[in-house]
């Protein structure tokens, strides 16, 4: 067992720690984290609060069973040991073996047998011991996420880490899979999904920064000020061109390097990969998807597909904006000379003059060519490397693009093409407005990734919009996040119920006083009366109509909410805002949980299951029994 043992490495917990089991350590693989200790497990005493059994040390168990062995062969019993905290240890009996508080010495404050407690079971061997052991995540992983986190160090309320908020979301997802996907999982279709944390705050703060922060640092109210300089000042840090290179580098790195060793230690994987953020980190990785280049071969095919189509389709486009500009009678001229739609944007009014157009018309057709060229060169998100002319420029530039108002850096490239973005909490809508961007092209879309999400709780006060700056002409809600046990909230349900019901009572009341109004300002003609009567009539058969149409009128609106909306390319033509269901006692005060509202993401089960949703979706395998409200 000599050399061999000391190469046994088993992993544990899907794959993220390795246990080498000569060391007796647990060492976590993807992250930074301390070593836990291992233990083989044979001797045992009970807690003192609780029932369940502690393990003793390798080393003491050796001596227990040691003692105990003699003590067996020899039937020589009322042996005491003492362990290395001074706890004395003795074996009765081969069935009562009991373990003392060490007793105090002379020197101590007096203690009473009472005072000492009194002594535990002492047990060898795992035999009767009641411990759940669980059953463990399932082998086949589907698809791998990324998760990168916000401001500062703590990403909830209890100030954990990244790393443990993410292990709460992967806990959650299984529980998801199980409640929701159970048909798939019983077919062998579905295995799990792996979410992974990119902590980039350590590197950021590893710098010396924080060694120059403290030095201009007033040092009065010192524990608000290293909270502010250790999370606020991040958003600031991410607005400085030279810590910005620094934070962009450590995720693309961090990322890529995550993939590769994901990779080499799943060689069987097939699955695509998806990132996730919050907060801060949503922003980072929007400004990295919007600066990767897309596949060359992509970018070609659609090309060649224009080229071919242009000696065909091209002229007839040609005489659409013709017809458009009420310049049907110059078709001829423009068919004469081949000028399919790229040929007219390259017009200018040298070139319209020697075709014989008259000036009015050259006038038009210039203002139309101006106006086209205007819009598409708005400032837009990823404008430079998505449309025609400026897309060698922003693809071989290596800094921001300056329409954007992006911070100068040179922003790394992936090692893959994300399937789906998933925003929580995000201040994207907002640095985008800042940044100068008033409106986003319905036609862009991420160069390498397909899929956007941006997920919110009503509450967040970080959390921005984004399908408004896409649409600005329309005024709609977001998407209601359906509640994973497939109902709507009860009391929103019933605050439903209360607006559906003013809004009758309103209707009613509106009918009532335009009879009554009408009833007063007739003419009181005797001839007039029986037609004034019938006039009535309708009146009040009109406003007796009305509360039956009235109420049909909401869920016709729900139901025409979802399909007509044309939101743009950024997902793909699918919604992009969803919006949690708030709990009953959030909705009691909206400003109290409003900080529970920006870190409630990691254990809730309405993001976790869109998530998966989503993510399966891709895959073709759906939910076993669709949500209420879900696309």
């Known amino acids: 067992a000599g050399p061999g043992q000391e190469e046994a490495v088993v992993p544990t917990s899907g794959g993220r720690y390795d246990v080498h089991l000569r060391a007796r350590r647990r060492v976590a693989v993807y992250w930074e984290e301390e070593a836990s200790e291992v233990r083989r497990c044979t001797w045992f005493y009970k807690g003192d609060k609780d029932n369940k059994y502690i393990p003793y040390s390798e080393s003491f168990s050796e001596e227990l069973e040691e003692a105990y062995m003699i003590a067996v062969t020899l039937d020589e019993w009322k042996k005491k040991l003492e362990s290395p905290n001074r706890e004395v240890i003795i074996l009765h009996n081969p069935k009562l073996m009991v373990h003392y ?41 589907d698809h791998l996420v990324f998760v990168v986190h916000g401001i500062g160090p703590a990403c909830d309320i209890r100030f954990r880490s990244i790393v443990q908020c993410v292990n709460d979301f992967r806990n959650v997802s299984l529980s998801m899979l199980q409640a929701h996907f159970k048909k798939a999982q019983e077919q062998q279709q579905v295995g799990r999904v792996e979410f992974l944390p990119v902590n980039w705050h350590s590197s950021l703060h590893s710098t010396g920064v924080d060694v120059d922060l403290e030095r201009i640092t007033l040092p009065s109210i010192n524990r608000l000020r290293h909270f502010i300089n250790d999370t606020i000042l991040d958003v600031f840090f991410y607005n400085s061109s030279t810590y910005c290179q620094t934070i962009v580098d450590t995720v693309a790195s961090e990322m890529n390097r995550l993939h590769q060793l994901f990779l080499q230690r799943n060689p069987l994987f097939k699955g695509g990969v998806s990132i996730a953020g919050h907060s801060l980190g949503s922003l980072i990785l929007f400004d990295l998807l919007t600066n990767q280049k897309g596949d060359p071969e992509e970018d070609e095919h659609p090309a060649q597909g224009s ?10 486009e040609v005489k659409e904006i013709l017809k458009k500009l009420e310049l049907s009678e110059y078709c001829d001229v423009f068919e004469k000379e081949k000028m399919d739609r790229q040929a007219l944007f390259l017009c200018t009014e040298k070139n319209l003059k020697e075709m014989g157009i008259p000036l009015g018309p050259r006038m038009k057709i210039l203002h139309y060519i101006s106006s086209k060229a205007e819009m598409k060169g708005r400032a837009e998100p990823g404008s430079p490397s ?50 100068g961007v008033k409106r986003i092209d319905p036609n862009y879309s991420l160069p390498t990734c397909k899929g956007f999400f941006n997920i919110f709780h009503p ?103 979802t399909p007509p909306i044309n939101v743009g390319r950024l997902n793909g033509g699918n919604r992009i805002d969803y919006v949690l269901q708030e709990k009953p006692i959030e909705s009691f005060n ?37 949500l209420p409200g879900s696309q």
């Not at 954007?404 to 907002?430: C, D, E, H, R």
């Not at 984004?466 to 996040?481: K, R, T």
């Open 101 to 141: 508080h060490p007793v105090a010495s002379s020197d101590d404050w007096v203690s009473t047998p009472t005072e000492q407690g009194r002594p535990r079971t002492v047990k060898r061997g795992v035999e009767n011991i009641a411990v759940e052991i669980p059953n463990g995540e399932p082998l086949q992983i």
């Open 307 to 316: 080229r071919t189509t242009s000696s065909t389709g091209g002229i007839e």
């Open 386 to 435: 998505q449309h025609g002319d400026s897309a060698d420029d922003g693809r071989n530039c290596q800094y921001r693009d300056v329409g954007l108002g992006q911070v100068s850096a040179n922003y790394p490239q992936l090692n893959y093409k994300p399937t789906i973005f998933f925003a929580f909490g995000s201040p994207i809508g907002m640095f985008l407005t800042v940044r």
């Open 459 to 561: 509450f967040d006060p970080v959390a921005y919009r984004i399908e408004p700056m896409i649409v600005p002409e329309l005024e709609f809600e977001p998407m209601l996040l359906p509640h994973h046990k497939g109902r709507k909230r009860m009391h929103l349900e019933l605050k439903e119920g209360l607006t559906r019901m003013s809004v009758d009572l309103k209707n009613n009341l509106l009918g009532s006083l335009r009879v009554a109004w009408q009833s007063f300002t007739r003419a009181p003609v005797p001839a007039l009366e029986a037609g004034s009567s019938e006039a009535e009539a309708e009146a009040e058969a009109g406003t007796e109509k009305q509360p039956d149409t009235k109420p049909e009128e909401p869920p016709a609106a729900v139901k025409e909410e």
């Open 590 to 626: 909206e400003y109290l949980f409003a900080l529970q509202g920006h870190l409630c993401y990691w254990e809730s089960e309405d993001t976790v299951l869109l998530v998966l949703k989503e993510i399966y979706q891709t895959q073709g395998i759906t939910l076993d029994q669709p």
